[in-house]
């Protein structure tokens, strides 16, 4: 079934969205608002007494107590200025940190099928430039744009209830703004989509070329990729100076509504003085009022222009939030109790989407404690079939069971509790050597990671280090040897002491030196555990319980390696092929 993609949010909703994230502190938020109503109102009175204050003066009374109210009132906004633009501050750096854990929370949960389309780049962006994005919003709604609205909302009755001619000078001001800002933002919006667009395409390269930095300098291509990075911030920059354009045109436009709006202010208010309709302080009061719509203006103008450069990147953080678990969990799933580990397979098929790829009425079955071994040609579906026992991903037919339980009826994190790994990439952390054999049990004390590194056969090398166990292995145990990960995975899995173990091509590509020992590691391992054993070296699977060949996504043989070595089929071939003997001991 084809996914459907998600509606496209318009500004106000995107707008709206970010807002509501504020919710879990709804108290505090509503009190800033209301600070900021109060901050707008005294903003909005300052003109008007230094007006009144004007025309006093002008009379010869007393001006006093009008310069005190004016004086109190404006010391009084800057200490609530300070107080909101603290606290707002606070709660959007809480808040940002908390957006940023549950989308870190979303991405990990999500199938490598969405990190393999979108690239770690681009999900890293999406994380951090949408989490910042959200954090400019909130600082500036808090700050600014309740103040300013509250502002312009008030200023335009009040000024009307004063002289409505030049109230319209005002009102006219604020529709060519938002008509400009509305034109602008029009003539922008597929062109800041585009500029976004670009932006994730940089990172997802970016990520790309820094984590195959030894392939790039291997194989000499510095030159190229770094005209390859050329060419996209090319067309980065082909597609943001046109919007860049347009926002500089608008703030010409805006300049010069200002320009002639305080002009129309002195000039209209020196007729109607003339005339004595009008007098000095509420010529002054009416040129502070311009003044405040201006600049609250371009507060709110500056507001839209940043939010509307910023929707593409909010969207696409929303995006990654919003999307939906590639696996759903059943409602009223259960938790899958303690298993010995009996594993069958009945008619299961799998296709890829958009394609004839796949496996197709697999039938299997794993008694506990066997070791049953998965091999065929490369695309055969060996790695698919086990994938589905973890659940990655749901089979279209047929089902899986262990030890009489459906796994589509039980809780995920409970399948894959009962299942340990080892993957031929180790699959390490950039953090200690303690902390990535934690990962098999979180719990795990100092002792019990020993215990499982001398099981490993990995303590000895680990002592060695500088630091032992404390000791940093860089970025995907870059400071290690092949054969030095891969042990470490297998005391990973120790640690984690599950019932049922997946080796997926654990023993590749290393010297024989290193394959015994990890050999004799993953033997201890496999005691007592149902064991999948993925394999393109006949010889880690020569003492299986029961081998299964599987080829075009089918098993076309099953049964233990010398009668199927012995045959005349696939696997047969595939010894032969080899140059492999039959191992004396399964003879």
Not at 47 to 71: E, H, M, N, Q, T
Not at 445 to 457: F, K, V, Y
């Given at each position: 079934m084809q996914k459907t993609a998600p509606p496209v949010l318009t500004l106000p909703q995107v707008y709206q969205r970010a807002l509501g994230l504020l919710a879990t502190e709804r108290g505090l938020a509503i009190m800033l608002a209301a600070a900021s109503v109060v901050i707008g109102l005294i903003q909005l009175a300052e003109?008007?007494?230094?007006?009144?204050?004007?025309?006093?003066?002008?009379?010869?009374?007393?001006?006093?107590?009008?310069?005190?109210?004016?004086?109190g009132l404006g010391l009084f906004g800057i200490g609530a200025g300070v107080v909101v633009a603290v606290i707002a501050d606070r709660l959007a750096h809480r808040r940002r940190l908390a957006a940023m854990a549950d989308a870190f929370e979303r991405a990990i949960t999500l199938p490598l099928s969405y990190h393999a389309e979108r690239g770690s780049g681009a999900v890293v962006r999406a994380i951090v430039s949408?989490?910042?994005?959200?954090?400019?919003?909130?600082?500036?709604?808090?700050?600014?744009?309740?103040?300013?609205?509250?502002?312009?909302?008030?200023?335009?009755?009040?000024?009307?209830?004063?002289?409505?001619?030049?109230?319209?000078?005002?009102?006219?001001?604020?529709?060519?703004?938002v008509f400009m800002n509305l034109l602008v933002m029009r003539k922008t919006r597929t062109g800041q989509a585009a500029v976004e667009q670009y932006h994730s395409q940089v990172s997802g390269r970016v990520g790309d070329v820094l984590g195959n930095v030894t392939v790039v300098q291997s194989y000499t291509r510095l030159a190229a990729e770094?005209?390859?990075?050329?060419?996209?911030?090319?067309?980065?920059?082909?597609?943001?100076?046109?919007?860049?354009?347009?926002?500089?045109?608008?703030?010409?436009?805006?300049?010069?509504?200002?320009?002639?709006?305080?002009?129309?202010?002195?000039?209209?208010?020196?007729?109607?003085?003339?005339?004595?309709?009008?007098?000095?302080?509420?010529?002054?009061?009416?040129?502070?009022?311009?003044?405040?719509?201006?600049?609250?203006?371009?507060?709110?103008?500056?507001?839209?222009?940043?939010?509307?450069?910023?929707?593409?990147?909010?969207?696409?953080?929303?995006?990654l939030v919003d999307e939906p678990d590639a696996i759903p969990e059943k409602p009223g799933a259960v938790a899958l109790p303690p298993v010995a580990g009996d594993v069958r397979y009945e008619a299961v098929t799998f296709r890829f989407a958009e394609s004839a790829q796949g496996i197709f009425g697999i039938d299997l079955h794993a008694?506990?404690?066997?070791?049953?071994?998965?091999?065929?040609?490369?695309?055969?579906?060996?790695?698919?079939?086990?994938?589905?026992?973890?659940?990655?991903?749901?089979?279209?037919?047929?089902?899986?069971?262990?030890?009489?339980?459906?796994?589509?009826?039980v809780t995920l994190n409970s399948l894959r509790h009962s299942i340990a790994v080892v993957f031929q990439d180790a699959g390490l952390f950039n953090r200690s050597i303690a902390e990535n054999v934690r990962v098999?049990?979180?719990?795990?004390?100092?002792?019990?990671?020993?215990?499982?590194?001398?099981?490993?056969?990995?303590?000895?090398?680990?002592?060695?280090?500088?630091?032992?166990?404390?000791?940093?292995?860089?970025?995907?145990?870059?400071?290690?040897?092949?054969?030095e990960r891969q042990r470490l995975a297998v005391a990973r899995a120790i640690l984690k002491d599950a019932p049922i173990l997946i080796l997926d091509e654990?023993?590749?590509?290393?010297?024989?030196?290193?394959?015994?020992?990890?050999?004799?590691?993953?033997?201890?391992?496999?005691?007592?555990?149902?064991?999948?054993?993925?394999?393109?070296?006949?010889?880690?699977v020569a003492n299986a319980d029961r081998i299964y060949v599987m080829d075009k996504g089918r098993i076309v043989e099953t049964g233990r390696f010398v009668e199927l070595a012995q045959g005349n089929g696939l696997f047969a071939r595939m010894v032969s092929e080899g140059g492999f003997k039959v191992p004396k001991e399964v003879e």
């Open positions: 003109p008007i007494l230094f007006g009144r204050v004007i025309d006093a003066l002008s009379k010869g009374s007393g001006a006093f107590g009008l310069i005190a109210l004016w004086a949408g989490t910042d994005g959200l954090f400019w919003l909130w600082l500036s709604a808090m700050r600014e744009q309740l103040t300013a609205i509250t502002s312009i909302l008030l200023l335009v009755p009040t000024a009307i209830s004063m002289d409505w001619r030049m109230a319209l000078i005002l009102a006219t001001l604020a529709v060519s703004y770094a005209e390859a990075m050329r060419s996209l911030m090319g067309n980065l920059l082909n597609a943001q100076y046109p919007v860049l354009t347009w926002w500089g045109i608008l703030t010409v436009l805006q300049r010069a509504a200002a320009t002639i709006t305080m002009v129309a202010v002195f000039t209209i208010g020196a007729v109607l003085a003339g005339r004595g309709e009008l007098t000095v302080g509420e010529i002054v009061s009416f040129v502070g009022f311009a003044g405040l719509m201006i600049g609250k203006l371009d507060q709110i103008s500056g507001f839209v222009m940043s939010l509307n450069r910023q929707a593409p990147t909010l969207r696409t953080f929303f995006a008694s506990p404690g066997e070791t049953v071994a998965l091999v065929g040609p490369t695309g055969s579906g060996k790695t698919t079939t086990l994938s589905l026992l973890q659940r990655l991903r749901t089979p279209q037919t047929g089902r899986i069971v262990v030890d009489g339980h459906d796994i589509a009826d098999g049990r979180p719990d795990a004390t100092d002792a019990d990671i020993e215990r499982a590194c001398r099981q490993a056969e990995a303590h000895e090398f680990i002592m060695a280090k500088p630091g032992g166990y404390q000791f940093v292995i860089g970025e995907r145990g870059a400071s290690l040897s092949g054969g654990a023993t590749s590509a290393l010297d024989a030196e290193t394959e015994a020992k990890i050999k004799r590691a993953l033997d201890r391992l496999r005691e007592n555990r149902t064991t999948f054993v993925i394999a393109h070296r006949l010889s880690t």
